[in-house]
């Protein structure tokens, strides 16, 4: 393991991370992704031994980011993916161990984990069809596979905390964004939203689905799918 100094290194914000207004929108996040964990470990069961990745840690260490880490209560069998660099994660969590790569393209044989989790990354990958590349890329290394995301059906939009533009349809969305100076959210290749019917067909067919709801404020917040082989 390399060394680190935590001191002498800045922190870096992601791109991927929405503004924190007041501090409000990191404690809220936090809150609702706690309760994902939770369904998690009441779904999966892990024990000490259960091998687990995680694909799409970041560089951001905001509070509610790389909860997962902080929350699970068997760090150092975790695998870490990402691909921006939280090497530091490894220092933070004494058997932890990170990898940099795409989440499209994992360096792992199959079936190589018992267990892979994903939170907040599927609506970052791209298109439809790179969607479903990422939940086969997931499902091709592990043996069960969680995978959270957004509802696109919550009256307000987690990146850019904007109230129900992102109902309209996908292209009159995009061009609002652009409109109003969110170039970067206004592209596909960096937010695309699901709803759970789209989400639920990303699946391979021969795998059975879990759904677990998160609520926030009495509205479905977070879609999260739970699959395990048949």
Known sequence: M????????????SSYVQPN???????????ARK???????????????TTVLDVGVTLDRREDCNFFEKAYPYPDRITAVGLEDASFLEQ???GLKFVQANALDLPFADQ???LVVSFAVIEHVGSRAQQRAFV??????????????????????FHTILPLIHWLPPRWFRRILRLLGHDFWAKEANLNLLTLSEFRQLFPPDLTLYYRP???????SNLSLFAVRR
């Open 136 to 157: 086969q890329e997931l499902c091709r290394v592990g043996k069960q596979v969680y995978i959270a995301t957004p509802n696109r059906w919550y009256p307000v939009e």
């Open 35 to 49: 309760r994902m964990v939770r369904s998690l470990l009441d779904l999966a069961r892990p024990t000490p031994d």
């Open 2 to 13: 390399s060394s680190f100094n935590h001191a002498s290194v800045p922190e870096q914000n």
């Open 21 to 31: 207004l007041l501090g409000l929108v990191s404690k809220l996040s936090l809150y």
């Open 112 to 114: 190589s984990f018992d």
């Open 214 to 220: 998160t609520r926030l404020l009495g509205w479905v």
């Open 92 to 94: 933070e969590f004494p």
